[in-house]
C-alpha cells in the first residue's frame, strides 16, 4: 500500500504553507483570511529518498453552522480516514485554542501516529511560548516555520521513518500512471460507470444530479490493465450554478480535467447532445487532453439498422471541427462495451505520449506537402523546409517556412489531416506552429 500523510489543524495555522514546501511547488492557495482551502488537496512529496502522498485539508470547526465549514469538517474527516499518518499543526502565534483542544481530542482517538507540529515558530520567544502546546499530550513535538522552512528537515526525519521501502515505491508507481478522468454533465453516470468499472459502490451513485461533490481517485488495477480514474461532479452550465458548493463542484471538475491525460465524456444518449456537453468537449481539446466520446444508456434506445452508424455522424457533425475522437455506445448499467472504452482510452494515452522520429516525420509530411503545395501569397510560393516534433506534453508540430503568417487555416487543416492519417493521432488534439526557418 501507498503511503499517505495527511496535514490536519484549525484554519489559519499554515497547513497549506506547510503542503507547498513539501511539494516544493505552489500547488494550494495561500492567504492570511481562514478558510481558503476548502478541499482536500493531494500532491506527492519524497524526502531521504522515500515518496509519499501529502494531503493538505481545510481547517476545522467542530460543530460549525456555516455551510462551507461543516463541508471542510467532512473532508477533514475522510482525510484521516485515508491517512496512515498525521501531522497535526498548530500555531506559536496565536497560541493553544479552543479549536486546538477539539483537533486534539479527535486525533487521540486515532491509532495512527500523530506529529504535532507548532508552526510560526521563528525566534527564541516564541520557542517558549511555544510549550504549552506539550498540554496538548502529544510527544515529541515538532516546532518549525513553515514559511522559511526552518526545523521541517525534523519533521520529516520523523515521518519518513514510519515509511517503508514497499510503500514509497508504490506511492511513486501511482504517480506515474496514466490519468482517466469521467467527465460530463450531471446525471449522466459517470458514478455509475466507475462502479461497474470498479465493480464496487467507490461512490455513492444516487439520481440526483450532484451527489458527487468531489473528485475521486479510484486506483484500478484489473485485468493486466492499471490507471488512475478520476470520478468528477457534473459540469453545468453557469446560469445553471445555483449552489456555492455546485460552483466549486465544477472548479473541481475542470482541475480534474487538468490532472487527467485522457477525459471520457459521457453523453446521454436519449438526450444526444447538448451545447454543454460541447462546451465541455471543447474544454478539454483547449487543455490538450485525449478524448474518449462514450454514448451511455445506449440500452434505453430503440434501434433502427444503422442507427449507430447514424448517430455517430450526427455527432461527429456537431463537434467539427475536431472529429477524429473514438465513439463508442456502451451502457454502464448492464456493463456493455465498458472494459471497450477502457482499451480505448489506453491506446489514446499512448498516441498522445508518442514521440515521432524527426526523419520519419519529415519523409512523411514532406511527401503531403509536395503532392499539395501551399498557395502562393502575393507572388510568393511559401516553402515548408523542415517538420520537427516539440518537446511538450501535447503532441506539437513546428513546420519550418519562408512566410510562416501566410499560412492560411485550410492549409493547416490538410497539414493536420495528414498528420492523423499517417500518424494514430486518434482522440488527441494536436498543435501545429510555423516558423521562421
Known sequence: ?????????????GKSTLFNRLLEQRKAIVDDVSGVTRDRQYGVADWNGKTFNVIDTGGFVPESEDVFEKEI???VLIALEEANAIIFMVDAATGMTDLDDAMANLL???????LLTVNKVDNNDRMLEASEFYGLGFD???FIAAAS?????????????????DASEETLEADGLPKFAIIGQ?????????????????TIVSDIAGTTRDTIHTHYKLFQKEFILIDTAGIRRKTKVHEDLEFYSVIRAIKAMDEADVCLLLLDAEKGITAQDLNIFSLAAKKGKGIVVLVNKWDLVAKETNTAKEYETQ????????????ILFISALEKTRIFKAIEIAIEVYESRKQKIPTSKLNDTMLQAIQAYHPPVVRGHPIKIKFVTQLPTVVPSFAFFCNFPDDIKQPYKNYL?????????????PIRLFFRKK
Open 73 to 75: 469538517a467532512k473532508q
Open 186 to 202: 450531471p446525471n449522466v453516470g459517470k458514478s455509475s460507470l466507475l462502479n461497474a468499472l470498479v465493480g464496487g459502490e467507490r
Open 315 to 326: 455527432l461527429k457533425k456537431r463537434l467539427a471541427p475536431f472529429t477524429d475522437v473514438p
Open 149 to 165: 522552512g526552518s526545523g521541517t528537515g525534523e519533521l520529516l526525519d520523523a515521518l519518513t521513518d514510519h515509511i517503508t521501502e
Open 1 to 13: 500500500m501507498s503511503f499517505t500523510v495527511a496535514i490536519v489543524g484549525r484554519p489559519n495555522v
Open 416 to 428: 493536420e489531416n495528414k498528420l492523423r492519417e499517417k500518424f494514430s493521432l486518434s482522440g488527441v
Open 140 to 142: 515529541p513535538i515538532y
Open 108 to 114: 487521540r482517538r486515532s491509532t495512527k501516529p500523530v
